[in-house]
T-cell receptor, first 112, second 115 residues
C-alpha cells in the first residue's frame, strides 16, 4: 500500500461545476495535510493546508480532513478552465522527521 | 523577496558522468528539501536538511546520490555515475521552520536528461 494514494485521473468536470479530489494516507500519526497545484512543466504551489478534522474554506477551495478514516479531500467550487492542473496531496509525518510524503497527483480537466 | 532558485534549469549528460545540481533557498529558511519527479509521477522525497542537524537521507535511492548544505544557505545534490533512470526533474523546496504546519516553497526545478 502506498503511503499517500490518489486517483491519477483525469477527472473531467464542466466549467462551473464542483470538482472533488480525494486522498488517503496510511500513517495514522500524520499531523499535517497539504494540497498543491502543479501546472504542466511548473513547480507545485500550495493551495490549502489543513491540520484538524473538519472543513477549511479559502475562497473557492475547501479542504476536508477525516483522521479516523485517514482521508483528506479538496473541493473546488465554480471550477474554471484555469483550474486545470495536477493536484498533489502531501502529508507531513510527525514521527521525528518533518519530511513530506506526496501522492502521485490527480489530473483535473475543467471543460469550457 | 526572491524565491527558491535552482541551477541549471536543464542539464543533459551522458550515462556514467557525474552531475551537480544547486539550490538557493529563500533567505532565512532553515529547512531545505530535495525531491525527484519523474515524468507523469508525483514527488519522491530524497533528503531533508534543517539547520545544523543531521540530514534525513532516508529517501536517497542509492549511494550514487549525495547532498550537502552549508549552514542555512546553498545546497548541492550530486549524482555520480548517472544512469538513464536518473532522468527526472529535481525540485528543491525550503520552509522557514521545520514544523509540520510550515509551508514549503518550491524552486523551478532542474530537468536532468541522461542519454
Amino acid at each position: 500500500q502506498k503511503e499517500v494514494e490518489q486517483n491519477s485521473g483525469p477527472l473531467s468536470v464542466p466549467e462551473g461545476a464542483i470538482a472533488s479530489l480525494n486522498c488517503t494516507y496510511s500513517d495514522r500519526v500524520s499531523q499535517s495535510f497539504f494540497w498543491y497545484r502543479q501546472y504542466s512543466g511548473k513547480s507545485p504551489e500550495l493551495i490549502m493546508s489543513i491540520y484538524s478534522n473538519g472543513d477549511k474554506e479559502d475562497g473557492r477551495f475547501t479542504a476536508q480532513l477525516n483522521k479516523a478514516s485517514q482521508y483528506v479531500s479538496l473541493l473546488i467550487r465554480d471550477s474554471q478552465p484555469s483550474d486545470s492542473a495536477t493536484y498533489l496531496c502531501a502529508v507531513n509525518r510527525a514521527s521525528g522527521t518533518y519530511k513530506y510524503i506526496f501522492g502521485t497527483g490527480t489530473r483535473l480537466k475543467v471543460l469550457a | 523577496g526572491a524565491g527558491v532558485s535552482q541551477s541549471p534549469s536543464n542539464k543533459v549528460t551522458e550515462k556514467g558522468k557525474d552531475v551537480e545540481l544547486r539550490c538557493d533557498p529563500i533567505s532565512g529558511h532553515t529547512a531545505l528539501y530535495w525531491y525527484r519527479q519523474r515524468l507523469g509521477q508525483g514527488l519522491e522525497f530524497l533528503i531533508y536538511f534543517q539547520g545544523n542537524s543531521a540530514p534525513d537521507k532516508s529517501g536517497l535511492p542509492s549511494d550514487r546520490f549525495s547532498a550537502e548544505r552549508t549552514g542555512e544557505s546553498v545546497s548541492t545534490l550530486t549524482i555520480q555515475r548517472t544512469q538513464q533512470e536518473d532522468s527526472a526533474v529535481y525540485l528543491c523546496a525550503s520552509s522557514l521552520l521545520p514544523q509540520t504546519t510550515d509551508t514549503q516553497y518550491f524552486g523551478p526545478g532542474t530537468r536532468l536528461t541522461v542519454l
